[in-house]
């Protein structure tokens, strides 16, 4: 499965922010799909994830300001993004994969497709 990740951009603390990820290829209804970012000079780290039951995971520090959805007609997952924070600033990847076990969903080492990254810029 091919993922194209867009929807970042430059947003003022408060704001809020899309991001989409597209599927091409495979079986999306199969797929755990998940956001990760990667802040400059800092891991990657999880983001949130939903399973292919739609059951959603997210981390504690955006928990209750992201939400992860999908859109199976349109093979899309969506990371609404509000309250956005200056420490919120990332680049962020979407990932699927097929055979995830619930322990690993959080891994991102475990997530087999990759799509590009996509910049959120929040300021202060």
């Known amino acids: 499965v091919q993922l194209q990740a867009s929807g970042g951009g430059l947003v003022q603390a408060g704001d809020s922010l899309r991001l989409s990820c597209a599927a091409a290829?495979?079986?999306?209804?199969?797929?755990?799909v998940g956001w990760f970012r990667q802040a400059p000079g800092k891991e990657r780290e999880f983001v949130a994830t939903i399973r292919s039951t739609g059951t959603t995971y997210y981390a504690d520090s955006v928990k209750g300001r992201f939400t992860i959805s999908r859109d199976t007609a349109k093979k899309t997952v969506y990371l609404q993004m509000n309250n956005l924070r200056p420490e919120d600033t990332a680049v962020y990847y979407c990932?699927?994969?097929?055979?995830?076990?619930?322990?690993?969903?959080?891994?991102?080492?475990?997530?087999?497709?990759w799509g590009q990254g996509t910049l959120v810029t929040v300021s202060s």
């Open positions: 990932a699927a994969d097929s055979s995830l076990i619930l322990s690993s969903i959080r891994d991102g080492n475990q997530y087999d497709y």
């Open positions: 290829g495979g079986t999306f209804t199969r797929y755990t």
